[in-house]
């Protein structure tokens, strides 16, 4: 009674293992999948870590000085301490507009001939011009402008004791004290780092394996191998676990590099990290031999696999544009996109901590993701045996 | 006859950019894949892309409980920007709101807050912004600062004081609004179609040799010269129809407007497909599958894109990065089309991205047209 189920169980152990060596091989024959699996990797975490940035530092700034007297001059003096800043002393408005055509400024502070009466009768004017062309950079630049300016100011009119407002009483004001929780010194490195993660499990899970079922079917092997004993799930399996393989290598260099040479903390636990990892590697290599096994044709596989994974991680996902303005529509697109869950998992357990009742929610969501999945795309292959 | 032997070379090339066109369209459901990425792509990217804080969700914990934190809360409420989703009672509920991404920004405003301004001190509330994503939280608060600097003229007018004597006139240039949409859609004119333009350029050879076609085209009279330009003109015209598609979208759907020449545009444009399918060429001529064209592709494409100022500026980089940037046609090409697009400026003044342009097909073309002869040989 026992022994048929065993030669069962051990046949499929045996075909699995057979089939799995076999893509491992082909795997390894091809310098140009280890490229993508390792080394596409390592320069992604480069360019993320020490290329993508947010933060403008030695912005260049034309200063016109249309009133060179002390006070005009002291107006400005907060620019050269800025570490935002490079300010360059120009002639004319003129000369700042060419350079700013030119696009080697990003902005024109100008301050106008009658600066320094019109502040001792207290309507002073500093007039600022940015450039446009990247408005994210622009609004930034906007608002660091604005604060070196209008500090210097305030220190100048509490110097002279409220006397050159002619201010009578002294005044309450409002201030805020902001507290940036989980990333206390807004370093933009910090939450770029933990979608590198997404996008390279993405990238080595889906676009890798969009090929493999595709090139089967193309070149007519996969015939040949249905009549063989082995399976479908069989099949599937021996596909995937090579690959899973190059995955995990590019996750843990991601972590490594993570922890290491970024330093960005990790508030949860690294169990967690990895288990969500897995689970979403999973989903991605189900988009893989689900775009794979449906196209049948590699330039159809390769071209549905850039779509779908590349450029809606990157946009869609949550990584740079925040998903909590925009449109209700692309929201909801954003939704149906597994990356957004494992996005938000990874931000959080990087720089939160473990908050249980997201990481069930998202980690069910994903593993639902994951076989339904695995579900079509072992029927889309069974089918086409019968 | 004499005529025949002058138009001889062009008619031939006209026929194999004829049948290459063919193979690429000839397949309903691959014109479909030229056309609708595209177009889906750059409407929901054009939604997706934005910076701009238009929906904050922020709790209140207001122990101050007088007219002037109801006057300074009102104001919040009133931006339309901050929604109150929840109003707190003590401190210890601060963490979990803000943990579970129920609120974006709890505003605490101290039980002295009123007492502190009467005495015309500096009344400080605490503002906690959920970083996770840093960039929306400076938003966030640069937005609140704002609120908080109007209030602050108010209660300055109120007590009958002089307004603060400084004002600071703020204009952006080329984008007015400071629309994070208005620098994005030109550069996916570029980006979007050159990634489509690089892989079908990369596979077209790949696909011959991989199905062995590609000996046939072999044993026809065409140089190999002939057969790469009859290989590169149809992606030409592919990436160059994609662009137009993505630019009709910017300019009829979100009515950005275009400030430059169209002249001046397509030059470029032009100038930058040669480039993206020089390299297509070069990948093709080097891979032996049409797996390996299209890793190679990728491997290239993922840097080029994330290195080009489509999403953080180039002007961030470190040095290094920055000469890195030199060699990549997208960083010109997104440059260029932001300039001409939204700037208005004429063919001179971008010559300084159209060259480097040239320069990278002047080096790739021939590069592929010697790596084909030579891996043919």
């Known amino acids: 009674m026992n022994a048929p189920a065993e030669t069962v169980s051990s046949g499929f152990r045996r075909r699995l293992l057979a089939l799995t060596r076999k893509e491992v091989r082909q795997l390894l024959r091809d310098r140009s999948n280890l490229m993508m699996g390792i080394a596409l990797p390592i320069v992604l975490i480069l360019i993320f870590g020490y290329g993508m940035s947010f933060d403008v530092k030695n912005s260049l700034v034309a200063v016109v000085m249309e009133d060179h007297s002390p006070t005009a001059i002291d107006a400005i003096a907060g620019l050269p301490l800025s570490p935002y800043f490079s300010p360059v002393m120009v002639a004319s408005m003129h000369d700042a507009q060419l350079l700013m055509q030119q696009d080697q400024i990003d902005g024109i502070v100008r301050i106008p001939p009658d600066f320094s009466r019109a502040l001792a009768f207290g309507s002073a004017r500093i007039e600022v011009v940015v450039q446009a062309l990247d408005a994210n950079r622009a609004r930034t630049v906007e608002g660091y402008l604005q604060g070196a300016l209008e500090q210097r100011v305030v220190v100048q009119i509490d110097r002279a004791g409220g006397h050159l407002s002619q201010a009578g009483p002294r005044v309450g004001s409002v201030t805020i004290e902001p507290r940036m929780w989980f990333n206390a010194a807004n370093n933009s490195s910090w939450f770029l780092v933990p979608g590198l993660i997404v996008m390279i499990m993405t990238l080595v899970g889906a676009f890798l394996t969009s090929l493999v079922m595709a090139r089967e079917w193309e070149r007519g092997t996969l015939e040949a191998l249905f009549v063989t004993p082995v399976r479908p799930m069989e099949i599937l399996l021996a596909k995937m676990i090579p690959y899973f393989a190059v995955g995990m290598v590019g996750l843990i260099l991601c972590l490594l590099a993570a922890a290491f040479l970024f330093h960005v903390p990790m508030y949860g636990s690294l169990l967690i990290i990895l288990l969500c990892s897995v689970l979403y590697l999973f989903v991605a290599l189900g988009i893989g031999l689900l775009i794979s096994s449906v196209t049948k044709n590699q330039f159809a596989a390769s071209q549905l696999a850039l779509l779908s994974s590349f450029m809606p991680a990157m946009i869609l996902s949550g990584f740079l544009f925040d998903l909590r303005n925009v449109p209700a529509v692309v929201r909801w697109i954003g939704q149906v996109l597994p990356a957004t869950y494992f996005m938000e998992l990874l931000k959080s357990l990087f720089l939160a901590g473990d908050l249980w009742p997201m990481i069930f929610k998202n980690c069910a969501i994903l593993l639902l993701y994951a076989v339904l999945l695995m579900a079509a795309t072992r029927a889309v292959t069974r089918k086409r045996i019968a | ?377």
Not at chain 2, 15 to 42: F, T, Y
Not at chain 2, 312 to 328: G, R
């Open chain 2, 1 to 377: 006859m004499n005529t025949t032997a002058m138009f001889g070379p062009f008619r031939r090339l006209f026929n194999i950019c004829r049948k290459e066109l063919l193979v690429i369209l000839k397949d309903p459901a691959n014109r479909a894949l030229l056309l609708l990425p595209a177009l889906m792509q750059s409407l929901i990217f054009g939604y997706a892309a934005t910076y701009d804080l238009n929906h904050a969700s922020y709790a209140l914990l207001d122990q101050s409980h007088s007219r002037a934190s109801t006057d300074l809360v009102m104001r919040v409420d009133g931006s339309g920007v901050f929604t109150r989703v929840a109003t707190l009672s003590n401190e210890s509920q601060i963490a979990p709101i803000i943990n579970s991404q129920q609120a974006l920004i709890v505003i605490h405003i101290g039980p002295r807050f009123e007492q502190l301004l009467y005495e015309g001190q500096a009344a400080a509330i605490q503002v906690i912004l959920d970083a996770r994503n840093s960039v929306t939280a400076s938003n966030a608060a640069a937005y609140l600062g704002g609120i908080i600097e109007q209030f602050n003229e108010a209660w300055r007018a109120q007590l009958g004081v002089a307004k603060s004597p400084l004002t600071i006139n703020m204009r952006a240039w080329f984008n007015p609004t400071l629309d994070t949409r208005w620098s994005f859609l030109p550069s996916l004119v570029a980006t979007l179609s050159m990634m489509q333009t690089m892989l079908l350029t990369a596979l077209s050879v790949a696909r011959e040799r991989e199905q062995g076609t590609f000996d046939q085209l072999l044993v026809t009279p065409y140089t190999p010269a002939e057969i790469m330009i009859g290989k590169s003109v149809p992606c030409i015209l592919v990436g160059l129809f994609q662009s137009t598609v993505i630019l009709l979208i910017s300019v009829l759907w979100f009515k950005i407007p275009v400030a430059g020449s169209l002249f001046t545009l397509y030059c470029g444009l032009l100038m930058f497909t040669l480039a993206s399918v020089g390299i297509g060429m070069s990948i093709s001529a080097l891979s032996a599958s049409m797996q390996q064209a299209m890793l190679y592709t990728f491997v290239l494409l993922m840097p080029m894109v994330l290195l080009s100022g489509l999403t953080t500026p180039v002007a961030n980089m470190p040095l290094a990065m920055k000469w890195l940037t030199s060699v990549n046609p997208l960083r010109y090409a997104i440059d260029l089309i932001r300039r001409v697009y939204l700037e208005g400026v004429g063919l001179g003044t971008v010559l300084s991205d159209i060259i480097p342009l040239l320069i990278i097909s002047a080096i790739t073309l021939p590069l592929a047209g010697w790596l084909f002869r030579n891996r043919l040989a």
